[in-house]
């Protein structure tokens, strides 16, 4: 089944313990992609990434690293996470052309206390 | 840059209705791609319904229509028969696929929380 698997789904932590959400996909897309949601807000990207070792910033990038080592993985990392990181995170994936859609994984809710 | 606005917070409506979704967007480009997300209790992603800028005929899934337009920057979702499976948070996204980041980058509006009752 063609897919974007994230985890965890839900996580708590505390300020400062760094933690990785791990993002998969198994459609051999080139286009991977964070997005953050918050409510009144949407959802906001905060890296993307075009294909292997190629990645920039998104709208809201402060706080958060990536990398992009394998074509079907794009874990995102916060260092030191913060109270304001608190949030509904989704990966999402494509195949990088123009107007093809956008696959969402299952959304991670961070707590950071 | 491009902004996408959902001035309905919330709506209500019975099963069976019809019930329409608003969204206005900000840009300068002529070339652009809108869509509908439905992001139901599960907090799952789901693609609605899209359409391209440049076509002028309105697109349509079963039940989900919207009504664009262009000149106005309004993009509208219209649900008919509305089912107690459309309750759900809905969002409006922009796409701009001129340049690198923007041809994959989805521009939300805030969402509209729709509640469909029986």
């Known amino acids: 089944e063609a897919q974007v698997t994230q985890n965890p789904r839900y996580l708590i932590t505390v300020t400062g313990k760094k933690l990785t959400v791990t993002c998969s996909q198994n459609?051999?897309?080139?286009?991977m992609s964070w997005y953050r949601q918050d409510p009144g807000l949407g959802l906001r990207q905060i890296y993307y990434?075009?294909?292997?070792?190629?990645?920039d910033k998104g709208d809201v990038p402060e706080g958060y690293k990536v990398s992009r080592k394998e074509k079907r993985n794009f874990p995102l990392i916060l260092e030191s996470p913060s109270p304001n990181q608190t949030s509904l995170y989704f990966c999402a994936s494509s195949l990088g052309s123009t107007y093809n859609e956008q696959f969402f994984g299952p959304g991670t809710r961070l707590t950071v206390l | 840059a491009q902004t996408v606005t959902q001035s309905q917070p919330e709506m209500s409506v019975q099963e069976a209705e019809t019930v329409t979704l608003s969204c206005t967007y900000d840009t300068s480009e002529s070339n652009y791609y809108l869509f509908w997300y439905k992001q139901p209790p599960s907090r799952q992603m789901i693609l609605v319904i899209r359409q391209e800028a440049y076509k002028q005929q309105n697109a349509t899934e079963n039940r989900f229509s919207v009504n664009f337009q262009k000149a106005a920057k309004s993009f509208s979702l219209k649900i008919s028969d509305s089912q107690l499976g459309d309750t759900a948070m809905y969002f409006c996204a922009f796409m701009n696929p001129t340049n690198i980041q923007g041809a994959q980058k989805l521009v939300f509006g805030q969402g509209t929380r729709l509640t469909i009752n029986p």
């Open positions: 459609m051999n897309h080139e286009y």
């Open positions: 990434s075009m294909n292997v070792e190629v990645t």
